[in-house]
């Protein structure tokens, strides 16, 4: 049987995948980029890749007219300002289309909306529910609150708030109550709902068993990491003070933490929890899973992170729009040095930034990514989801792969900080030496002073990198 899988380079539909497959299914995978998925290939056989675009829908017409099963696991969130309104359109265009074909059943994971004042986010997740089901098929939707795992957006900012502010001072909304799920949790509940009659068109929440609030999820991730936290309450910050207070402290961008700051002051409790009842299913606890998060991190197993969206940077692009570096009208800053080991130069190569660093003036990295951070960018704070694979897609600190291949020894990175203008860093071995070329396409008369205020800089760690990428040893 095949399912339709939208949302495939997603948090969730990356670990969706691999469920599916031992299960059997044969599975479209929907992305925007092809050049983002990057499945195992033990599983290429299982699986077919389309390209669509659910607010196009011209793109609509790759989906396949003979699928049993569609997931829709897409959202828009701080995408844009309106984009409320583009989920409900593509809610609209999905529904049109899977009229078209013999789908059976449409599973939808949704927010819980059980507050009597809904955020612009919730609220939006709820149109696309009532959407969905004025559709020919079956429709089961399951609304989460919190979920806990490595990666998620909800996990990094509590381990981000946790791991470095004993002491905090903090938004009043840190006393709303939720009831958190853990991702492991999430995932058996969407694939045991599928094919399963009991559910279809049925509607329910899905939680752990715990409501806590929280600064007492803060309380109980400091615990499990043996650390003694301090937190006190103020009712003075204004919903702008709080979206710079999460966006200073954690790797969340500003448009998405002013959106999660606007949910947060809501409670997401559930009530209705008849699948979970169907599925006699027990979840986790809150504890449990913070400790099996920790467990993938250690093992450096993290399959997903919220971080490798575009939402997390400032740019929503195809990857093909740039992977082609411009060189008319552009600066660059080329340099060529001898490798004394090829196979450490390359290890060296695919752990740059994140923990590794960046090799030579690490602390000009680290103010570089400040300043950034200051004017609203990303900064150094999303790190990198693997440290030692890199693939098309990834962040990694302040830049977005855009190519990454160890046969080809290339690997081309673009710029998501704050700049006038764009800027490229591309990593090339030629026989025994490596091309290092940084390129900035300027924006203005702006964007060329730029360029020459940081010269100085440039000579410096690139001078630096180039050298300690040939000479170093892992």
Known sequence: MKVLL?????????????????????????????????????????IEIIEIDLNNKTTLSNIPKDIDFAYYLVHSMSTTKDYDRLEK??????????????????????????????????????????????????????????IIG?????????RDLVEKLPIMITPKWLKTKCQPIGISDVIKILTGILNN?????????IAGDEILTYKEMLLE??????????????????????SYWLYFITSTSYKLAISLVDSMKVEVIARDKEILRLLDFNPLSYKDCVKQAFKKIEQNEIVSSWKDSTVSGRLDFKISD???????????????????DLSS???????????????????????????DKVFGGVGLRRGRTNNSNIHAGDT???????????????????????????????????????????????????????????????????????????????
């Not at 490595?150 to 509590?158: D, H, L, Q, T, V």
Request: contains cysteine; hydrophobic residues 40%.
């Open 322 to 340: 740039y992977i082609k570096v411009p060189e008319f009208g552009c600066y660059k800053d080329i340099r060529k040095e001898h490798i004394i």
């Open 6 to 46: 939208t949302g495939a380079t997603g948090y969730i539909g990356k670990r969706l995948l691999p469920v599916l497959i031992d299960k059997g299914y044969y599975v479209i995978c929907c992305v925007r980029d092809k050049n983002k998925f990057h499945p195992e290939e033990s599983i290429k056989n299982k």
């Open 197 to 205: 009659e009991n559910t279809f068109n049925k509607s329910s929440d």
């Open 150 to 158: 490595s990666g998620s957006a909800s996990f990094e900012i509590i």
């Open 89 to 146: 359109k593509s809610a609209i265009n999905f529904r049109e289309k899977l009229n078209e074909t013999n789908v059976k059943q449409v599973i939808y994971l949704s927010g819980i909306v059980n507050s009597q004042t809904l955020s612009k986010h919730l609220n939006s997740r709820k149109n696309v529910e009532v959407e969905l089901r004025k559709g020919k098929y079956t429709l089961t939707t399951v609304r989460a609150g919190i």
């Open 396 to 474: 990694l600190d302040f830049w977005r792969v855009l190519y990454a291949s160890k046969v080809e020894k290339r690997l081309l990175l673009f710029a998501e900080m704050k700049l006038p203008g764009e800027a490229w860093l591309e990593f090339q071995v030629q026989g025994n030496s490596l091309i290092q070329t940084a390129t900035f396409r300027p924006k203005g008369l702006f964007g060329r002073m730029y360029w020459y205020a940081v010269l100085p800089f440039h000579s410096i760690i690139f001078r630096g990198l180039i050298k300690r990428l040939t000479n170093l040893n892992t």
């Open 345 to 371: 130069c390359i290890e060296n190569i695919w752990r740059i930034g994140g923990e590794t660093g960046w090799y030579y003036a690490n602390w000009l990295w680290r103010l570089r990514g400040f300043i």
């Open 221 to 242: 991730f400091a615990s499990v990491r043996g650390l003694k936290r301090y937190i006190w309450t103020i009712p003075v910050m204004t919903p702008k003070l709080s």
